[in-house]
């Protein structure tokens, strides 16, 4: 709304409501004194009354001694003789009149009010934009010229999404070169993958490269609480594009909309189902919409209608996964361009040591790192900055202030001990990067391992993972006769999971054989599994228990009997990491190395 209107409109309610005032308080307010009609009566009978106004039934008296009184009187048709007898003044006025419209007013005020208000909340509703009842038209916002561009040279690490979606970019800038072939363009984009991982990066790389309008919206601004408007929205948005065509539309977190139909305990009849068919009905039915390409990102492709996900719709599912090796050290060098580097970094070293870390994670270490240097008044962000970010990101803030019992800080070192140790004489395990006992996070002490890019664990991995897992429990047993803490209780529920599934998802038990015996997965809101149920006898459901336990038990007694037998060294790295809080992988391989010279390690690692 424009602010000289919407200015005047509320001086406008302003001025009414001061008159409204004005009026009802000047007829409330009056110099006379009210008295009963009694007691004027009285007055007159005591020739006390000088002279009465009569205004309609009320009477203005003036007494013998200048007194103003007000008198509300009946009907009476002896009143004038009576007044008459005892000689007092008489004076006659018509009633007294509100303008017409200031009946109007005060009749209609309250209405007016409940209007006003009822509009007032509609647009705080709505988000304030447009007319007070336009809230079906569409959200989307249109990038800028001004807006800050995005290039495909500013995302890494996802080079395959990147080649499929140059493509459709290439189709926008010279389409004869596809149709004179035969090809049309892809009516649909659906971009899937974990958070983080740049799916919102692509598509806004894509209007950057792309000369084409470009509309961005969030999958959450369709839902309203009133029904039909979410598809309204749906057909003026495509209304939009269509004038605007060839262009993209961008909905960011579709699951919101997307989901699948007929889902949940209650009907399918609502208002986010309505959304979802005008969705489907734009992109492919009756009516084409040619020159319109909509991308679409989402975290939770598996909640998805498939409807919405069949070709002619999203004719293209890019997967973008978490980056590996290489595709970190790119995101880490795309960062780092921002920020003064010091000569001592190394991406490729900081890359092997963030398994697992997507692109959002990368950008926030790079950031935390440069937070730490700036805290330091460095002028370049060093390696060590990175490293202390790099546990800052994984582990969380040194617990600085947190007073340690001694007794706590030696069962501490033992149990990060004992699986560091099991790790390093124990095949198929992960290097071990960091061992500390300095509370970070809600954890008293951790012990860092680098796992590597891969696709798939093997048996004798998940079997080793187990040993490394009870490698803490097993180190308390021993040094303390049986004591034992609840430090491990996260080290006991990974590795049940672990075995769980070894035995009955993974078909890893030659018991039980190649057989799933897993869970259902279905959720209550898809509307395909109210409650979980088992589809074996107990017969079964008993082998799958000693199953799982065979595996916990014969990895704990691994473990155990490789602690048993590198005692002398449990005792040594702990005593280290009681003096030095913090022993790094290369300085338990020269402990090892020194302590039983010749021995070949299962896990060899390179200094990070």
């Known amino acids: 709304m424009n602010p000289f209107y919407k200015n005047m409109a509320l001086w406008l309610v302003i001025i009414l409501m001061m008159i409204m005032l004005y009026n009802m308080f000047n007829q409330q307010q009056t110099n006379e004194m009210s008295i009963g009609y009694t007691e004027f009566l009285s007055m007159v009978d005591g020739e006390r009354v000088a002279n009465v106004v009569i205004q309609g039934q009320n009477l203005f008296i003036t007494d013998m001694n200048g007194g103003h009184f007000k008198v509300f009187a009946p009907e009476d048709s002896d009143l ?41 909340f509609m647009r705080q509703m709505q988000g304030g934009g447009g007319k007070a009842l336009s809230f079906g038209k569409s959200r989307a916002r249109l990038l800028s010229d001004q807006d800050k561009k995005i290039t495909f040279a500013d995302v ?29 363009i892809p009516k649909g984009v659906l971009l899937m993958g974990p958070p983080g991982t740049g799916k919102t990066l692509l598509a806004r790389a894509i209007a950057g490269e792309a000369d084409v309008p470009f509309f961005s919206i969030s999958g959450s601004d369709f839902v309203e609480m009133f029904v039909g408007v979410g598809a309204s929205r749906v057909r003026d948005l495509f209304a939009q594009g269509k004038k605007n065509a060839p262009c993209i539309i961008f909905i960011d977190e579709i699951d919101a909309v997307g989901r699948h139909r007929g889902a949940g305990l209650g009907g399918g009849h609502d208002e986010r189902e309505q959304t979802l068919n005008q969705l489907l009905v734009e992109m492919d039915g009756f009516e084409s919409n040619e020159g319109v390409i909509l991308i679409s990102a989402t975290n939770r492709p598996d909640v998805l209608d498939p409807a919405l996900q069949r070709p002619g719709r999203f004719d293209r599912q890019v997967v973008v996964s978490l980056p590996d090796i290489k595709g970190r050290e790119e995101i880490l060098n795309v960062h780092m361009k921002k920020t003064p580097i010091a000569p001592d970094v190394d991406p490729l070293i900081l890359a092997k040591g963030t398994p697992g870390f997507s692109g959002a994670d990368i950008e926030n270490l790079v950031n935390e790192a440069a937070l730490l240097a700036a805290k330091r008044n460095k002028e370049k962000i060093d390696m060590m900055d990175f490293e202390d970010s790099k546990d800052k990101v994984y582990m969380g803030l040194e617990r600085k202030s947190k007073v340690i019992k001694e007794e706590d800080r030696k069962t501490t070192a033992y149990h990060e001990a004992g699986h560091a140790l099991v790790a390093r004489f124990l095949p198929a395990t992960d290097p071990v990067n960091k061992i500390t006992i300095i509370p970070r996070g809600r954890a ?34 021993i040094v303390f006769n049986g004591r034992i803490s609840t430090g491990a209780s996260n080290d006991i529920k990974q590795a049940t999971k672990v075995a769980q599934n070894m035995v009955q998802s993974w078909g890893m038990s030659e018991a039980i054989g190649p057989l799933s015996y897993s869970k259902s997965d279905e959720q209550i809101f898809l509307g395909r599994e109210i409650a979980q149920h088992r589809d074996y006898s107990e017969a079964t459901a008993k082998k799958i228990d000693e199953e799982i336990k065979r595996l916990i038990k014969e990895n704990y007694n691994r473990a155990k009997d490789v602690l048993n037998e590198n005692i002398d060294i449990l005792h040594k790295l702990a005593e280290l990491l009681l003096e030095k809080e913090t022993v790094k992988g290369v300085e338990l391989n020269r402990l090892i190395s020194d302590m039983r010279p010749g021995i070949k390690l299962a896990s060899e690692e390179s200094e990070l």
């Open 156 to 184: 890494a690490g996802v080079e395959e999404a990147k080649e499929e979606l140059e493509e459709i970019v290439d189709f926008l800038k010279e389409p004869k070169k596809f149709t004179r072939l035969g090809g049309r």
């Open 80 to 120: 004038i003789r009576i007044l008459r007898e005892k000689g007092v003044s008489i004076k006659a006025k018509p009633p007294a009149e509100s303008p017409w419209f200031m009946s109007v007013l005060i009749s209609w005020f309250p209405m007016i009010v409940l209007i006003g208000v009822w509009i007032f």
């Open 444 to 477: 008293a002490g951790i012990t860092w391992f680098l796992p590597e890019d891969r696709d798939f664990k093997y048996k004798d991995q998940l079997e080793s993972e187990l040993s490394v897992a009870f490698g803490g429990r097993v180190a308390e047993e």
